[in-house]
């Protein structure tokens, strides 16, 4: 996985960690070549590294995914 533009990765986060709903896993920030007006997090999957290999659409996991979740309270 690949998150961009973070201020600060969440404190104890490390690689092969579970987490779920609600957990904190960084923070938004503006760096590299995105905008101080827009701070945001760019989240993406990669089959091999960021750098080298080719990103994995998992929207429809994702949408599947969420449709067996029950709603938050």
Known sequence: MHYAHLDNYADGLYEGMHVSRGTVIGY?????????AAP????????????????????????????NVPPAP
Do not use: C, E, M, Q
Request: aromatic letters at 14%; zero cysteines; proline letters at 8%.
């Open 28 to 36: 938004v920030g503006s760096t590299g070549d995105a905008s101080p």
């Open 40 to 67: 945001h997090l760019h989240f993406a999957i990669y089959n091999s590294g960021w750098w080298k290999g080719a990103p994995i659409n998992r929207y429809p996991t994702l949408i599947r995914l969420l449709k």
